[in-house]
């Protein structure tokens, strides 16, 4: 990847799909002025390069049925660290995981049908890793996404 340099272009593009990842190669070379077919190439050496990872859909979890939100910043052991990526990666109400510096290690994203469901998903699934749960919110709204 040595000698690879995003240009203006590069930056444009990435601004449009970061807003709205089902936009055409049309949508966005007309928005960048830019030919259809260089959108396609950038777009295809920018997920080739690993700037582009994927592309996800923002939903609206409360239409889903999912009104309630928490963060969770906890303390675990490092032994455990690995064993507790692999389960959080199988929850689907864990929406975010990031390891974070400072006193509390794991940030989560937590999403339920109510908070009783999230106090359970806490008492009953993260307690198997004896955590230490150091910050609880909930999220009231999210203003901007």
């Given at each position: 990847?040595?000698?690879?340099?995003?240009?203006?272009?590069?930056?444009?593009?990435?601004?449009?799909?970061?807003q709205?990842?089902?936009?055409?190669?049309?949508?966005?070379?007309?928005?960048?002025n830019?030919?259809?077919?260089?959108?396609?190439?950038?777009?295809?050496?920018?997920?080739?390069?690993?700037?582009?990872?994927?592309c996800?859909?923002?939903?609206?979890?409360?239409?889903m049925?999912?009104?309630?939100?928490?963060?969770?910043?906890?303390?675990?052991?490092?032994?455990?660290?690995?064993?507790?990526?692999?389960?959080?990666?199988?929850?689907?109400?864990?929406?975010?995981?990031?390891?974070i510096?400072?006193?509390?290690?794991i940030?989560?994203?937590?999403?339920?049908?109510?908070?009783?469901?999230?106090?359970?998903?806490?008492?009953?699934?993260?307690?198997?890793?004896?955590?230490?749960?150091?910050n609880?919110n909930m999220?009231?709204?999210?203003?901007?996404r």
């Amino acid at each position: 990847m040595k000698g690879f340099k995003l240009d203006r272009l590069d930056f444009e593009i990435l601004e449009i799909i970061e807003q709205d990842c089902s936009k055409t190669y049309a949508e966005i070379a007309e928005s960048v002025n830019a030919n259809l077919w260089t959108v396609r190439d950038r777009l295809n050496l920018l997920k080739s390069r690993g700037i582009i990872q994927g592309c996800k859909g923002v939903l609206n979890y409360q239409m889903m049925g999912f009104p309630f939100k928490a963060l969770i910043q906890l303390n675990l052991e490092p032994t455990q660290l690995q064993e507790f990526i692999s389960f959080v990666r199988g929850q689907k109400n864990v929406k975010n995981m990031m390891i974070i510096t400072g006193s509390e290690r794991i940030f989560l994203t937590v999403i339920g049908s109510s908070v009783v469901e999230i106090r359970e998903f806490i008492q009953k699934q993260l307690s198997r890793f004896n955590v230490d749960i150091r910050n609880f919110n909930m999220v009231l709204e999210e203003p901007v996404r």
